[in-house]
């Protein structure tokens, strides 16, 4: 099982970014996948995930409205599309895969697989 993050960068503060996580390896239908993020100083937390399965959505409230996860079927990915960034979002986002048919943000140890992370910076 791989999964490789990609999409992070700078943008200044109201900006958006499209996060894209590339599974390989696995069948995606099976899995629950989750976005974390971890800033410096601060413990990892779960920002989204999506049950494959039935494409139900989670979001931590501090990104309901602005963040979006999404699956591309073509493409085999899962995107994190976030909007209205704020500095408070700046830091390293992490996915997740999880063997399960549905998906938390509370519980990161319910995650086997992770990707290496992708910068994302909000400053002006």
């Known amino acids: 099982v791989q999964l490789q993050a990609s999409g992070g960068g700078l943008v200044q503060p109201g900006g958006s970014l499209r996060l894209s996580c590339a599974a390989s390896?696995?069948?995606?239908?099976?899995?629950?996948i989750g976005w974390f993020r971890q800033a410096p100083g601060k413990e990892r937390e779960g920002v989204s995930c999506i049950s494959i399965s039935d494409g139900n959505t989670k979001y931590v409230d501090s990104v309901k409205g602005r963040f979006t996860i999404s699956v591309d079927n073509a493409k085999r990915t899962v995107d994190l599309q976030m909007n209205s960034l704020i500095p408070e979002d700046t830091a390293v986002y992490y996915c997740?895969?999880?063997?399960?048919?549905?998906?938390?943000?509370?519980?990161?140890?319910?995650?086997?697989?992770w990707g290496r992370g992708t910068q994302v910076t909000v400053s002006s």
């Open positions: 997740a895969a999880a063997p399960s048919p549905s998906c938390t943000v509370e519980f990161d140890w319910l995650y086997d697989y």
């Open positions: 390896d696995f069948n995606l239908d099976y899995y629950a």
